[in-house]
């Protein structure tokens, strides 16, 4: 069984949403669309669910045509950001909404609560009122409630932007356990990288209504496939567009502070300025860093210590590199630097 999305087109007067989208899912599988705000992927998802009809394209369940076919017959789940649950239901109420009464009897659909309350980590809350549960419960009870028809493809908007960062962090991989012990297929919407790359077997980094790249998390962020899929990432300095060479945050390390005149030297002999002491045009640069090391070689950069901070467990250092811009270097334990120090860097992760 496989969800397949086949040249998508969608505008709204003069404005492209969505200009051309096609990706497939394979059964189980859990697609991200990533990207900011107004670049088509909510669009795109209601293209999917059959809200809204695009102006050229298909959406196709194992080879079937669902053109025309209305949302309530697609057989597709809907997870909303906010829930949108029912206030004046309980939780087993608002859960057991999408059962039908004429296909379960009481006892199924109450057995059906229960297993899912299981399944999202609420046992036992099956009459309290929705208006008491917190925001992670209340999205856990709205998960349960688009789970509980088992849906051919859930669709997810933005479901954990209005939690705090502690709580997205924790529910987002309960939810990938949650989509992975289901078995079920689905998209799910995000402007969130760590979101994505947490939930999603692979990622569609989406802008001005295109797919940029498609593929797996690892690769998408080692090797993003342009310049500004880089930068849309958290690359912090692209050197070349074509072909796209770049550094991710903390690609580097701080391996040593220098004198000035050490600095100076050591980006020279690294090709990063001139004789005068001028940064090298950035292709050249780029040019110069693709080019073989001996084996166990490091990739290195001189640079002048701009800031050093505290940030998410580790010290690090934003440093001005000649001809690159400014990165974020970690800094070792015990290695001190202040502002204004020259610096080596070296590249731990490639």
């Not at 992975?180 to 980094?205: I, K, N």
């Not at 770049?246 to 002999?269: H, I, K, M, N």
Request: charged content about 20%; proline content about 5%.
């Amino acid at each position: 069984m496989t969800l397949s999305v086949d040249n998508i087109h969608v505008s709204f007067g003069d404005l492209a949403a969505v200009a051309g989208v096609s990706f497939t899912a394979a059964e189980g599988e859990i697609i991200g669309l990533l990207g900011p705000s107004g670049c088509g992927k909510s669009t795109l998802l209601r293209v999917i669910s059959g809200l809204i009809v695009p102006d050229q394209g298909r959406v196709m369940w194992d080879g079937v045509d669902l053109m025309g076919v209305p949302v309530h017959k697609r057989g597709f789940g809907f997870m909303f950001q906010d829930g949108q649950l029912f206030s004046h239901k309980s939780v087993a109420a608002n859960i057991e909404y999408g059962l039908p009464k004429r296909r379960f009897s009481r006892v199924e659909r109450d057995a059906r609560v229960a297993e899912l309350l299981k399944l999202v980590g609420l046992e036992g809350y099956q009459n309290r009122n929705v208006t008491l549960l917190s925001g992670g419960e209340k999205q856990r009870v709205a998960l349960a409630r688009a789970l509980a028809p088992a849906p051919r493809v859930l669709l997810l908007d933005e479901p954990l932007s209005a939690l705090d960062r502690e709580l997205r962090e924790r529910l987002a991989l309960d939810l990938r356990g949650i989509l992975r012990s289901t078995g079920t297929t689905a998209v799910f919407v995000t402007h969130d990288q760590d979101e994505a790359f947490t939930v999603c077997d692979r990622v569609a980094v989406m802008m001005g209504g295109k797919v940029l790249q498609l593929d797996i998390p690892e690769r998408l962020w080692r090797h993003p496939a342009t310049a500004q899929v880089a930068e849309f990432l958290g690359y912090e300095a692209v050197l070349s567009q074509d072909p796209f060479h770049g550094y991710a945050p903390c690609d580097f390390e701080v391996v040593e502070t220098l004198p000035a005149e050490g600095a100076d030297t050591l980006a020279r002999q690294l090709g990063q300025i001139d004789h005068h002491g001028d940064p090298v045009d950035r292709s050249v640069l780029a040019a110069l860093t693709q080019q073989p090391r001996a084996q166990g070689e490091p990739e290195q950069l001189a640079g002048t210590v701009m800031d050093k901070l505290f940030q998410s467990g580790r010290a690090i250092a934003r440093v001005s590199v000649p001809a690159v811009g400014e990165l974020t270097a970690a800094l070792p334990s015990g290695l001190s630097v202040a502002q204004g120090d020259g610096v080596r860097l070296i590249r731990v992760a490639q």
